[in-house]
């Protein structure tokens, strides 16, 4: 009491001596204030309680006297344990239900225990549980335990559990610990429970879209497990009353309805611009069944309108480009949106780039892009030097060159629109940005800028890894076209490929190689120019003319040297390796009859020679006994 009395003493001591007070009078109430919350705290620390402090009452009755009659917190872990459990048990209803699932629960989970044993636990958590499971999948703690139950119960199990929830779906998808048993009722449920859960949901769209954790599960249910005809309907709330109101018509898809219904178009449009709008943000724009309102909007609505839902949407487009219709709907953004529209778009796609070139559906995003920006000048330093920055990590994507994402966007660069590997599929995706109003300059010229901005990496990267993406299978096919269809000076590159072929009988020559060799093909012909010049040729030549003969007695590699001697469309290489084959005739006739690489290309030197004659060509493939593979026929 002495040491708490100096304490306020000195404290308030201090205190008056740094406030200048302006008069006598205020610092004489300064001091009686000061003189007040002394006696307080002298007050408090003696214990004596008179009574006259504000809050209390009672002779002797003090805060000093409760504390010391507060119990001792035991200093034992056990002690500790069983007063934790006596407090939750005053403090918590159906503490002994929760106590008593949980270690059921325990029990039924373990690795050691039998199906049999666990549908016995799973029956008892049920029974104890019996018309209080509702209450109970609320807490934290015993959410995972009707979890559990549903997922490893018997039929009856689950229809057991399903039936006390079912009138309450829509407060179990709000509630953080609950919201995980609606999807284990989608997930491990029979048709009907999904039936009831989708219906649930009827009339809440909006309120559930906008809802933190609630949205989450709205999307698993439309995207995974609802059925066409529920899909429509709970659209319907997003497409307004005057769609929904219809129900002989609601089975129709919306562009199919406002055909057939040209008059009610505007209340539609209307009404839907209204409904989405407020939904444009970060936490709403990855959810399926808005993007797909989105992208339905943008097919019906009037161009102005078009224009200002895009505006609306260009800061959120780039999270929604993971999902198919979220991807459609960024295109219909580059291909309907403004120039200013256009760059807010790119420059939200920026920090981005090279993961939506290896995402199924976004890539389609950027070809889209690449398609109809004029601004070729914004579209490389923003995008393409985010692709040549990231090239060596996107050529090692698994999708990569294999289903096509950023495969395709590379190739779309450097061979548009080419049926060898785009589906018609795709390329009618795609056409239907052409001849849009916002794209004026032209296409062969846009293409052109944006191969010549591409070219410098792709062909920096194939001259430094030629040695793996020439034996990478599909890989391959970018050599192949960087050599063909890129904008510079490939000649590094060509030698850089050439330098592959090694000694005559090295297994680990790119000309003995299954994939290699036919890429070499494949770079040969690709490269024939019309002036007679096939610079892939003829650095081919002149790294094997030393030992073309010793090259011409392999299969594999022979097949290459045919393919040069009559698919280059070079007569420098073809003269050349005529008069070098001659002198060799006789042992690549002898090697012949072991080596089909080798009698094709006798047969191919005769034929050539022939045609210089003025006689009937010989098919190439008159050597086998019946035609081989595409690959091998050199025509």
């Known amino acids: 009491a002495a040491a708490s009395l100096l304490c306020t003493g000195t404290y308030a001591h201090t205190r008056s001596s740094l406030v200048t007070m302006p008069s006598e009078g205020k610092r004489a109430g300064v001091g009686e204030h000061q003189g007040k919350k002394r006696s307080k705290s002298e007050r408090s620390s003696s214990g004596g309680g008179s009574g006259d402090t504000k809050g209390k009452s009672g002779a002797g009755g003090s805060s000093g006297d409760k504390k010391r009659s507060k119990a001792p917190v035991p200093q034992d ?6 007063l934790r459990k006596r407090r939750r048990a005053e403090s918590t209803t159906q503490y ?7 270690a059921l629960w325990e029990k039924a989970r373990h690795r050691t225990t039998t199906k049999p044993e666990r549908s016995e636990a799973i029956t008892e958590i049920i029974k104890a549980a019996k018309g209080q499971i509702l209450s109970v999948v609320f807490k934290h703690d015993c959410a995972r335990v009707i979890q559990f139950c549903f997922k490893h119960g018997s039929a009856e199990h689950k229809a057991a559990i399903f039936e006390e929830c079912k009138e309450s779906i829509v407060e179990l998808m709000k509630n953080k610990y609950s919201k995980f048993l609606v999807p284990r009722f989608l997930q ?3 048709k009907a429970h999904r039936d009831v859960i989708i219906q649930a949901m009827y009339g809440q769209v909006r309120k559930l879209a906008k809802h933190k954790t609630a949205s989450e599960i709205l999307s698993t249910a439309f995207c995974d497990y609802a059925t066409s005809a529920q899909k429509r309907m709970l659209l319907a709330e997003l497409y307004g009353p005057t769609y929904a109101l219809f129900k002989s018509e609601a089975g129709k898809p919306l562009k199919q309805f406002l055909e057939d219904e040209p008059d009610k178009r505007d209340a539609v449009v209307r009404h839907m611009k209204e409904t989405l709008t407020p939904l444009l943000d970060r936490s709403t724009a990855s959810q399926f069944i808005l993007q797909q309102a989105l992208l339905d909007y943008l097919s019906v609505a009037p161009s102005d309108a078009c224009g200002e839902m895009i505006d609306a949407a260009k800061e959120v487009a780039v999270e929604m480009v993971h999902t198919k219709p979220g991807a459609r709907f960024a295109m219909h953004c580059f291909w309907q949106g403004s120039a200013k529209d256009r760059k807010a778009l790119i420059k939200s796609f920026k920090p981005y780039v090279a993961q939506i070139a290896k995402e199924e559906h976004g890539h389609m995003t950027l070809l889209a892009l690449f398609d109809s920006v004029d601004d070729t000048v914004l579209v490389k330093k923003s995008v393409i ?8 990590d996107l050529v090692a ?4 060159l294999k289903v096509g994402q950023k495969g395709r966007r590379r190739r779309w660069l450097l061979v548009p629109r080419s049926p060898k590997y785009f589906s018609p599929d795709i390329v009618k995706v795609l056409a239907q940005g052409d001849n849009n109003p916002h794209s004026k300059k032209d296409a062969d010229v846009r293409r052109r800028e944006l191969r010549t901005a591409i070219s410098p990496s792709l062909l920096e990267f194939v001259k430094t890894h030629a040695e793996t993406l020439c034996a990478g299978g599909q890989q391959s096919q970018l050599v192949q076209e960087v050599c063909a269809s890129s904008a510079g000076d490939r000649a590094e590159v060509y030698a850089a490929v050439a330098a592959l ?24 012909t690709a490269c024939a120019e019309n002036e007679g010049n096939n610079p892939m040729a003829r650095a081919l030549l002149e790294r094997l003319e030393p030992d073309l003969a010793a090259w011409a007695c392999h299969s594999r590699p022979a097949f290459v040297l045919a393919k040069m001697l009559e698919g280059s469309g070079d007569e420098h290489v073809a003269a050349t390796m005529r008069k070098t084959l001659k002198a060799a005739l006789k042992k690549l006739k002898a090697a012949a009859d072991g080596s089909k690489g080798t009698a094709l290309l006798v047969k191919v030197r005769a034929s050539y020679l022939q045609r210089g004659c003025g006689a009937e060509v010989i098919p190439f493939y008159s050597i086998f006994s019946s035609p081989p593979h595409t690959h091998t026929i050199l025509q």
């Open 397 to 400: 994507d698994k999708f990569g």
């Open 188 to 190: 491990f449920g029979t």
């Open 385 to 392: 030097s985010e692709l040549a920055g990231n090239v060596e």
């Open 501 to 524: 072929c090694k000694q005559p009988g090295d297994e680990t020559s790119v000309l003995e190689d299954p994939a290699g060799h036919r890429m070499l093909k494949a770079c040969v």
């Open 96 to 102: 002994d239900l929760t106590q008593t699932v949980k």
């Open 77 to 82: 872990h056990r002690e500790q344990k069983e």
